[in-house]
């Protein structure tokens, strides 16, 4: 865990204009802090002397005002960096993980809490910890070299002393950098088991297992809030130790300068300027400390993300970098070529899917096979979300896949017709696209019609709308190949038999491959194809 790693400006652009901002401000936030000792020195000898203290109390007041300004510059600064490379990390990191095959995309309790609490977690690190930072390396320096020029001998104190806050910092650092990786270790494990508590929540409470999980929820939160306590600890620990030590440096500053004042080697005015000039050198980087312990998931954030991040390939958007692109073409637009392939899931040694070949054109092919021989692996490899481990698939074009659990976005219906189109289709034609897969009726009684608000992932509607509406989205597109994969699964007669016409509406003018289990799709098939144990054989019509 470091206090700042370069490769974040490389990750998130965004953040170099306000560093450097930050870095000019700091200087400024210096500046001003020095202006002011030497103005409420001046203003006390005035005092004290009789002299022109209305003058010197208009240059306190001035240097008070800058030092405000330069404050709240640096919040206003910080604040909105720290937006803007959150939600950019969030973007990048999901780019990265539609870019890449299933394969290398992180478990979805890990994404998820990267992509949720790491990139958040980012947020205080950029607003409070990076200022306090540039502030840290930025202002001892100017406050010690005004001390150089005032009273050498305070100066020396501080440059003996000064390098001891940065070390014992460094030292706790690395105690809290273990608390920091088990405390994320617990929030992934608690993210993740209550995803699938959620998820199960149905089986479990009519198998009347619930009440088991909330003990076991309970106790995964018991162990992350142990590492959060144990996180706290240190962090109240390392702030008290670098007090005390800026405390004890800034005392002997003090007393070497009453020593001299007493024995009249030293004017008021620079003993005074020495006894405000040296707490100028330590505060900056007693705030880094504390900041950073602040700050410490957004550290373990950042590292984790840039980690992340670090695999990624050029990937401008997601959805232009999703897989088929990247496959070889065949000559026809409206064909699947798949040569040899080989599948075995990650972690896995067994073969899905070995030596499977299958050539596609024009029309409709299907592919039927017994439950878990490998059709939605075959799917997911022709539409390049997972890579074979032997063969190749060739592509005509871009394809539009359905998959058995069509991704609804949380929005109106009309967004989710027109998410899978390059040219966003008119409302007439979402019409009659939805008329097509027999759910115009359906859509037109609900309040809002196309505008009506679908939940998460299609909440609201039953697994069969969700896969006819996934379907009407198909009609929409402009793709040459679809890829269906149990387009008449959760269906009654009627409308398996409505999307029977609609996958043979596709098939005219596209290449369509659609797994099924369903006699009467086989039947209106151009092709058919079986997959066995290992192997695809075309069934004679
Ligand atoms: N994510 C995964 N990790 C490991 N193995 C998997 C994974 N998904 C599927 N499998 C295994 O791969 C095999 C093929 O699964 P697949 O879903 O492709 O079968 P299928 O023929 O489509 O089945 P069905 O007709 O029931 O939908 C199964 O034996 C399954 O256990």
């Given at each position: 865990m470091r206090p700042f790693d370069p490769r974040l400006l490389r990750a998130a652009p965004e953040l170099r204009r306000p560093v450097a901002a930050l870095t000019v401000v700091a200087a400024l936030q210096g500046v001003a802090a020095i202006g002011l000792a030497f103005a409420l020195a001046r203003l006390v000898v005035d005092v004290v002397s009789g002299g022109d203290w209305q003058r010197s109390g208009v240059w306190v007041v001035g240097a008070f005002a800058a030092r405000a300004v330069l404050a709240a510059l640096v919040d206003r600064v910080g604040a909105s960096a720290s937006h803007r490379v959150s939600s950019g990390l969030r973007r990048r990191l999901l780019a990265r993980w539609l870019a890449a095959p299933a394969e290398s995309r992180p478990d979805p309790e890990r994404a998820s809490t990267l992509a949720v609490q790491g990139a958040s977690a980012v947020e205080p690190y950029a607003a409070r910890f990076l200022p306090a930072l540039v502030a840290g390396v930025v202002v001892p320096f100017l406050a010690v070299g005004a001390l150089v020029l005032v009273d050498p001998l305070s100066a020396l104190v501080v440059v003996l002393t000064l390098p001891l806050l940065p070390l014992f910092a460094a030292l706790i650092g690395r105690e809290t950098e273990d608390d920091t990786r088990s405390r994320w270790r617990a929030l992934e494990q608690l993210a993740g088991h209550f995803g699938d508590v959620m998820r199960g929540l149905p089986t479990l409470v009519s198998y009347g297992r619930a009440r088991r999980q909330v003990e076991v929820v309970g106790a995964v939160s018991a162990q992350h809030r142990t590492a959060t306590m144990r996180t706290l600890r240190v962090a109240f620990l390392s702030s008290s130790a670098l007090e005390l030590l800026a405390s004890i440096s800034v005392a002997i500053v003090a007393v070497t300068v009453g020593l001299r004042l007493t024995h009249g080697s030293m004017t008021l005015e620079a003993g005074l300027l020495a006894i405000l000039l040296a707490p100028e050198a330590y505060w900056p980087i007693r705030r880094v400390g504390a900041e950073f312990h602040a700050a410490a998931d957004g550290a373990t954030a950042v590292d984790a993300i840039l980690t992340e991040l670090a695999?990624?390939?050029?990937?401008?958007?997601a959805t232009s970098a999703l897989g088929p692109k990247a496959l070889p073409r065949v000559p026809s637009g409206q064909s699947v070529g798949v040569e040899g392939v080989g599948y075995a899931y990650?972690?896995?040694?067994?073969?899905?899917?070995?030596s499977v070949s299958l050539e596609a054109g024009p029309g409709l092919t299907v592919v039927t096979g017994t439950s878990g021989v490998g059709k939605s692996t075959l799917l997911d490899l022709v539409a390049g979300l997972r890579v074979p481990t032997a063969g190749r698939v060739l592509l005509g074009g871009p394809v539009h896949y359905v998959t058995q659990r069509p991704f609804l976005p949380d929005g109106s219906i009309a967004e989710a017709l027109r998410l899978g189109s390059a040219t966003p289709p008119s409302d007439a034609e979402l019409w009659s696209a939805l008329d097509r897969v027999g759910l115009g009726t359906f859509v037109a009684g609900?309040?809002?019609?196309?505008?009506t608000a679908l939940g998460d992932?299609?909440?609201?509607?039953?697994a069969g709308q969700r896969t006819r509406l996934a379907l009407a989205r198909a009609l929409l597109s402009a793709a040459p190949v679809v890829l269906l994969d149990e387009?008449?699964?959760?269906?009654d007669a009627p409308s398996a038999a409505t999307v029977r016409d609609v996958v043979r509406e596709l098939a005219r003018e596209r290449c369509v491959v659609a797994v099924t289990h369903s006699a009467d799709l086989v039947v209106v098939a151009d092709e058919h194809v079986h997959l066995t144990a290992a192997t695809l054989e075309a069934v004679p019509a």
């Open positions: 695999g990624a390939t050029d990937c401008p958007d990650p972690g896995s040694e067994r073969l899905v899917l070995d609900l309040p809002d019609g196309l505008g992932d299609g909440f609201g509607l039953s387009p008449t699964a959760h269906l």
